[in-house]
């Protein structure tokens, strides 16, 4: 059993919250595991936008839909802990596994993995299932993309049958082809990483290698084993080597987040947990991995810095030289969270700042599982508050699609799209399926419905 698998009140109820952190962590998961087919996508601006040398915009807006079937209404089951890739011109999303196992305060479900792979059309919000043999049904796994190849890559993952004994663990390594729409196992050799969940992975373009920190190889659901170590996998001869040996090292972590900075190639890692990721508090420090001098350095960072949290998202805007990360589930009042904050490393210190929107603490709980529907003081132009989602960013880092995750309600079905140059979200494919009743509803009693 592991919490986040559950809603944050979930948590609570289980007695698996630090006392300070019980009035964040009692939200109502009332989910419905009906699933809501996809609505059409949101109509994109026609007024011409300025591009960058390869053809993606230069704000990082979403592409413009060209044209689109409509033939499609196919919307992947609402799931957490799946993974995903977008493809180099950033108008494919692939997502691959997951959990869709649905929680419903205050009892632990009994998981349940799926292997199923889906890709969205990101420009005219889309989704088809595709019939490709792939990994075998895991969740927690580590993506990136080769934006030299055009394929996704994932290592690793986590699976097992039933609610109780060992799960097994992976490090093996698979590229999905988004020409082909195929899936490939990569043969590997050398020293790589130990079979593990919840690493997390970059591609260096300019080493053509993917880097792997990090990660759980407990095969105990009730304990985690954080892993510090990282590694390098050469995609030009699928060789494992370890990389990071110099410098002042991060603590061991799971349930963090990495971006790479590649005109650096400087990988950035923030937040997650240790052995006590089951409490928190979780860690709000940031690292950095210098990949041409193989050095590892703490980032000093001043500002208004986010609560450390797990289970969130990152990705690095090139232009604007910051980290930007977005959601997951912190130790505060609010617990899952929709915030983003922006890391500014072209000076030092560096300098966090909050960017403008998501939701905000209002009031606390009337009791377990008993939220009123305006706990937070809801922006609807963001995301609902969620964590454990699948993401892909942009190659240069200006944009960001995410998908589904595990909200206050259960678990979602819904997509969207970052513009880093404006930190603004757009709809890509809608569902109402996991969100807060006053996102989807007028007629209110609770949080969920």
Same mark, same amino acid.
Request: charged share 20%.
């Given at each position: ?141 580590a993506s990136t993309t080769d934006t030299t190849r055009g394929r996704g890559i994932f290592f690793g993952g986590r699976y097992r049958q039933g609610t109780s004994g060992a799960y097994t663990l992976y490090n093996d ?113 940031? %690292? +950095?991995?210098?990949?041409?001098? @193989?050095?590892?350095?703490? !980032?000093?960072?001043? *500002?208004? &810095?986010?609560? /450390? ?79 454990? %989602? +699948?993401?892909?960013?942009?190659? @240069?880092?200006?944009?960001? !699609?995410?998908?589904? *995750?595990? &909200?206050?309600? /259960? ?39």
């Open positions: 059993m592991y919490p986040q698998s559950l809603p944050s009140p979930t948590r609570a109820a289980l007695g698996l919250v630090a006392a300070a952190s019980v009035a964040a962590l009692l939200s109502v998961a009332c989910s419905s595991t009906t699933v809501v087919q996809a609505q059409p996508p949101v109509e994109e601006d026609a007024g011409a936008e300025a591009s960058t040398p390869d053809g993606l915009s230069a704000d990082g807006e979403r592409p413009a839909c060209t044209g689109t079937s409509g033939a499609s209404t196919a919307t992947p089951d609402p799931r957490g802990d799946a993974a995903g890739a977008l493809d180099p011109t950033a108008r494919r999303f692939v997502l691959f596994g997951g959990d869709v196992a649905v929680p419903i305060c205050p009892n632990v479900p009994t998981a349940k993995f799926v292997g199923d792979t889906w890709v969205l059309d990101v420009a005219c919000g889309e989704w088809r299932k595709l019939d490709a043999q792939g990994p075998s049904a895991r969740s927690r796994l390594v698979w590229a999905f082809d988004f020409a082909a729409e195929t899936w490939a196992q990569l043969p590997t050799t050398g020293t790589g990483p130990s079979a593990r969940a919840n690493a997390t992975a970059v591609y260096d373009a300019e080493g053509d290698r993917v880097i792997v920190f990090g990660g759980n190889s407990s095969t105990n659901g009730l304990s985690f084993k954080p892993e510090a170590d990282a590694f390098a996998l050469d995609l030009k001869t699928n060789a494992w080597s370890p990389v990071g040996a110099n410098g002042t090292k991060p603590r061991g972590r799971l349930f963090h987040s990495m971006a790479i900075d590649a005109t650096t190639r400087t990988a950035y890692v923030f937040s997650g947990g240790d052995e006590n990721a089951f409490l928190g508090p979780f860690f709000k420090d940031v %690292f +950095a991995l210098d990949l041409a001098t @193989d050095t590892w350095r703490e !980032v000093a960072a001043t *500002g208004d &810095t986010p609560l /450390g949290r797990i289970n969130g998202a990152a990705t690095f805007d090139s232009a604007q030289k910051r980290l930007l990360v977005f959601g997951g589930h912190d130790d505060g009042q609010v617990g899952n969270q929709n915030d983003l904050y922006a890391l500014d490393v072209s000076v030092t210190p560096a300098v966090w700042s909050r960017v403008e929107g998501g939701d905000t603490f209002n009031k606390p709980s009337a009791g377990q599982c008993d939220f009123a529907p305006d706990f937070t003081n809801v922006d609807k132009d963001r995301p609902d508050r969620r964590g454990a %989602f +699948a993401f892909g960013v942009r190659k @240069d880092g200006r944009g960001l !699609v995410l998908f589904g *995750g595990k &909200t206050d309600c /259960g678990l979602a079905a819904d997509a969207w799209w970052m513009a880093a140059g404006s930190a603004k979200f757009t709809p890509v494919n809608q569902s109402p399926v996991g969100l807060s009743c006053v996102r989807v509803s007028t007629t209110c009693k609770g949080l969920c419905g």
